[in-house]
């Protein structure tokens, strides 16, 4: 079974909006943060957002913040990715991501290695 499962992905002009969701039921051991991840053809996998189940204290890149917004159900075991004011350069495979052990602080980056079960990801494509 596929520890998480990300949905909502799709083709949205610029501008526009979209909502990710991540459904994290397949995992079998507690996990604390859930992130989302994105990764352009060609380029490395850039962390967007992070959110702690336990307090929900959430971290954002730069690129991101003021657009996106991150949201937990800690009740569905899902992670949500409100996503508006959409740009060419979002376009991406978004992934969704868990560890039991990491926390999300404001001002520290996320790195791909920092988790340890990830989800297939969801194309977002972003153009007119």
């Known amino acids: 079974q596929v520890p998480l499962v990300e949905s909502g992905g799709g083709l949205v002009h610029p501008g526009g909006s979209l909502r990710l969701s991540c459904a994290a039921s397949g995992i079998t051991v507690d996990y604390n943060a859930i992130g989302w991840f994105r990764q352009a053809p060609g380029k490395e996998r850039e962390g967007v957002s992070c959110?702690?189940?336990?307090?929900?204290?959430?971290y954002y890149a730069e690129s991101v913040k003021g657009r996106f917004t991150i949201s937990r159900d800690n009740a569905k075991k899902a992670v949500y990715l409100q996503m508006n004011s959409l740009k060419p350069e979002d376009t991406a495979v978004y992934y969704c991501a868990a560890d039991p052990d990491l926390y999300c602080d404001p001002g520290t980056i996320i790195s791909a290695l920092d988790f340890g079960s990830w989800g297939q990801g969801t194309q977002v494509t972003v153009s007119s």
């Open positions: 959110i702690n189940r336990s307090d929900g204290t959430t």
